[in-house]
């Protein structure tokens, strides 16, 4: 017999292989002369190979089998004949009981003909016709890739590829579309690397079709300890530096602090005075711009202690009188400064317009809690005289800050007085009575000890 054998086809316990090697060698040689005849011979070498084909595959010779495949695909690619190449690549893919390396295979041969050396940038062409047939070659094996575990990476890489075809067309919202498809956090067999590169992706094109809620999704898919390790640092920039696009369209101006300090504490960023410098004063502009909360004086107590806001007196100016307990007149020293920094012009001039106005209630509301922690009662007309505000516009903010919660108030029209502290209930009255009564009597117990203790000394 001239085949080789191996296995035992009996019982189930070992599909039987044929060796089809010495047969596949001289099949294809002769399907490349016929091609070296003449590129009209396509259909009869591919023919020859097809039977060849299924015989490799029904005697489970895969090493042959994928030979063949790829042998057919490469002999299509030479004649140029990109029709015949993806009807070849859909056919042999999608045979009964094909065998999941000479799928592969076939992914593999054909990803280089439309991706770049990068693995996920597409092929560049020069006119509109080799453009549709790259991505007709792309969507073909991105249809081949789909729900194979075996082929998760390529699917994840074609995907991207096609994305930004879409995108290079303009189409934002189509090649949004396309990332969305794939959830690449699932997927094995891709480097952590490779994962936040497309997730990022993915927050970039979602962000430029304006869809906001579902960028918040996908920006949860990110690894926060994978951004902050070593050699991620390009990675890390690049999601917070998304990250200020989204909340900014939400303007919450404490996120906005937290993504510009996060940029700022990336090594790569140190390195560079002006990229810093320009992290750092919008860390300190957000922080400014930010309601009042713990953590916020927190991050602002941090952040005076950094020796770099030293180099920047506008910022660290602003940072003292945050943090001190007085009134801030305004407009500030450096307010002309601080307004003409880039963090409040980003974004049109309807945001900058709001974040000045912001600016201006932030200090008022700070002016306020420091009046109510000298005064426990006040007339309005001097307070608002303190503040350099209207009368109107002082009882105005106090009371969205009482709504708020944060600080108690309390105003009589009538008489124009505000009380900041809360009048204490006869319960209240009477308990700290007691809690009086019994440290006094505490402490003449004591003194009486320490008398009775120098007698007893003395009289010895």
């Known amino acids: 017999m001239s085949e080789g054998r191996s296995g035992a086809a009996s019982g189930g316990q070992l599909e039987e292989r044929v060796d089809l090697s010495a047969e596949s060698d001289a099949k294809i040689s002769q399907a490349e002369a016929l091609i070296g005849a003449s590129h009209d011979n396509l259909r009869e070498a591919l023919a020859l190979l097809a039977a060849l084909e299924k015989r490799c595959r029904v005697g489970n010779d895969t090493p042959s089998l994928v030979r063949v495949c790829e042998t057919s695909l490469q002999l299509c690619r030479d004649c140029g004949d990109d029709e015949a190449l993806v009807a070849t690549l859909k056919n042999l893919s999608t045979r009964r009981s094909q065998k999941t390396k000479a799928v592969s295979a076939l992914v593999q041969k054909a990803m280089p003909w439309v991706m770049d050396g990068d693995g996920f940038s597409p092929l560049a062409v020069a006119n509109d016709e080799q453009k549709a047939i790259r991505e007709i070659l792309v969507v073909a094996l991105r249809d081949i890739t789909d729900g194979k575990i075996f082929l998760e990476a390529e699917r994840a890489r074609l995907t991207r590829a096609l994305a930004t075809i879409k995108e290079e067309d303009g189409d934002i919202a189509a090649a949004a579309d396309v990332l969305q498809d794939v ?118 107590n941090r952040v005076n202690l950094d020796t770099n806001l030293e180099k920047i007196e506008s910022c660290k100016n602003t940072v003292k009188l945050l943090l001190t307990k007085e009134i801030i007149n305004y407009p500030l020293q450096h307010q002309a400064e601080l307004e003409a920094m880039s963090a409040f012009s980003i974004g049109g001039p309807d945001l900058e317009a709001y974040w000045k106005k912001t600016f201006h209630t932030r200090i008022v509301q700070h002016n306020v809690r420091i009046a109510a922690l000298y005064y426990r009662r006040i007339h309005g007309k001097r307070l608002a005289q303190l503040l350099g505000l209207e009368p109107a516009a002082l009882e105005a903010e106090i009371s969205s800050m009482v709504s708020d919660g944060s600080v108690y108030a309390k105003i009589d029209r009538p008489n124009d007085i505000i009380r900041f502290a809360a009048q204490k209930s006869p319960e209240a009255i009477l308990s700290d009575w007691a809690s009086d009564i019994s440290s006094l009597l505490h402490l003449v117990e004591s003194t009486t000890h320490l008398i009775h203790k120098e007698n007893m000394i003395a009289g010895q």
């Open 183 to 300: 959830h690449v956090e699932t997927y094995g067999s891709l480097s952590k690397r490779e994962k936040v590169e497309f997730i990022l992706e993915q927050m970039r094109l979602t962000l430029g079709k304006k869809d906001y809620v579902r960028a918040a999704i996908v920006a949860g898919k990110i690894n926060k300890k994978a951004i902050n390790e070593e050699g991620m640092e390009d990675h890390k920039v690049k999601y917070f530096t998304l990250m200020t696009e989204y909340h900014r369209h939400e303007k919450d101006a404490f996120e906005l602090a937290k993504d510009y300090h996060n940029i700022y504490s990336t090594s790569t960023i140190q390195a560079d005075e002006a990229q810093w410098r320009e992290a750092l004063q919008s860390t300190v502009i957000y922080l400014a711009l930010s309601k009042y909360s713990n953590e916020q004086q927190d991050m602002l």
